[in-house]
């Protein structure tokens, strides 16, 4: 059934412009788009139209990386580096989720925030239980957004509390996780999720590619986020010629097994280019990488090589759920970056920065980001009528405006797949 | 008249460590501070205590560095650096500030959100036009808020819509502009304000200089914010030994006559020494210089030589009038700088963050900025529930939590020199 909202409408089809249609439309076909009109052709003629008047509609957001089970202690621990911050606040919190009670109660708050936040689709970190894990889809999937999860496998320089022990626990468990959500849903989707080559040996990595071929399935880790992780891979696997490279030889890097890497601040050239020819997604978080000291990753660069890339929030390395935050500190790093690191990676725009958030890093879930033909509706209708009282301002200026002050505005409906949530 | 207030107190007597009393008591007299207790001494016995049960009460925050007249654009043209968004945004915005129904409106807005903001003390820019400035004095001293404001002068590198020509012209309407305001107010104060040195000559900068002396005023500029604009001044001025030299050659440059300077990026050993004998108050404004792509304060470093220092918004190089936000930022920059510029320059701590805010850049205004005995009672009420419902903190945690998560908190109350404003 055709159908249609109408509004003020922004989307990017590269990251070098905004799309902008003032008081037009965005024609739908049940959850696929047929196009944006600036009026409406005289073929739809009839077909149900929701008017927003002068709110901004745009592409709902894709959040690369989360990590759902870090949500209750976000804007904690702030004042520590990467494995420190990992073995002080995130470990132990961490081990907590064998406990369903306990999941159930921290999950249901961070689907629900989720939910109503302009994310419609996300990649997301559980921890190496089965059982919280499949809480957290269950709970995923009556939010209505489409997502990914993955049950973590970690193996080696674990606390005890939080420890599959060997390789082959871990892939007994992994495809135990795997049969019991077998069918279950519509929109919650696994993916295979070795936390990252310092927490998982060779063996496991090896096994998990296998599984990620043979059941077809996604994966996703982090890469290349802090000096002394990469020393660390250096030491743990030798035989690598970069840490991409450690994923890349237990083909967790992506060519036919989509991937996501988070972070990638300390790439080389070697492994941008693996990352290129492999297709494989950055996930830039910039909120993270700046709480936890790791540096700026060279966006600049990777856009202009034309890499897969989107924004990822990363709690609770990020303390915010908000992916418009995540644009404004994207362009906000990305001009420290410049002055203080590199100053032949300019700034990035605000475009890049909705470019990332929408069509950049959308398509690791189907034809998502944009409101081009054929591509899923998801769509955010933004009500930032108190950011207008004092003055008209252009929709772009809206736009920039909205994402820097993202806590000032309403979020009044947001549809994914071609379904209203709220 | 004795009374108190209870709750969760924290404050900073310096930057190294919190002061933590739970379930404490603040007991005032009338406006001033009598002491923090965790019970109240049987001599206080039957005065009005105000119960805020598990809140948590903390010193009001100083902003030393703002822009009444920008806040109508925060948020934009962020893509910008100073020179070129000064002249782009700020300068055709400011001249809007000669209509006074236009500078009403403006002001309003701000004085409002500031008013129900963090903040109890601030020092203010208004524009170079004597009617509206009085008409933001006018609104502030409404708001019960505690502040200095500043008619700027400009004479040089002016648009035409927004200079005063000439030295004479810009001194006469400072002195109309005084005489004005004479005995209006009780918490609302003129400060001397030069633009900066790009913006006033030598001659400007001079007579200033004197009015401050004579007047026995304050006044407030910005310094070494931005390579160009150092540069330009290092043309213009030659015989500065360095930037803050061209204030301090006029007696713009503490000393007798009280000064805080904006940025203070970029500021040489020599600046930084003339700044710590002078008493120079440096208002550190970290979403600024990331907005405008200016760099990173060294704000360790004049914390170790015990500069003054405190945190500015800087409405509209910065985008937020939140001072926990600018804590945030500050410690955030404060970890880039280390990783990317200078890793003898620790990152900065939470306790530093909040020092900064509190008793940092309060003394700028007498005795501002703790709950030590004979200081003036600004408090803030913060309601973080929202924040704790998975779990108990402590209170440092929820200090944290509330500085990097300020937008999902409720400010439930505020006193300014001992008046509860809400």
New interface residues.
Partial sequence: MKWAIKGNIVYAKNSSELTIVENGLIVCDDDKIIGVFEKLPEKFGGIKITDYGDKLIMPGFSDLHVHAPQY?F???G??LELLDWLEKFTFPEEAKFKDLNYAK??YS?FVDDLRKSSTTRASIFATIHIETTVELMDLLEESGLVTYVGKVNMNRNCPDILTERDAETSIKNTVEWLERIDGQYKNTNPIITPRFVPSCDGKLLNMLGDISTSYNLPNQSHLSENPNEIAFVREYEPKSKFYGDAYYMHNLFGGKNRTIMAHCVYSSDDEIELMKNQGVYVAHCPASN??L????APVRRYLDRGLNIGLGSDIAGG??LSIFRAMADA???S???????DDSLK?L??SEAFYMATKGGGPFFGKVGSFEENYEMDAIVVDDTV?N???T?SIE?RL??V???D?EINLVSKYVKGKKTF
Avoid: A, C, F
């Fill in positions: 209750k976000r804007g904690s702030m004042d109660k921290v708050k700046t709480n000291s790791s540096g700026i303390h915010s362009i906000q790093v001009k420290l970056r410049w002055r203080l690191q700034p725009k605000v950011l009282n004092l003055d301002y200026n920039e405006r994402i820097y002050l806590n």
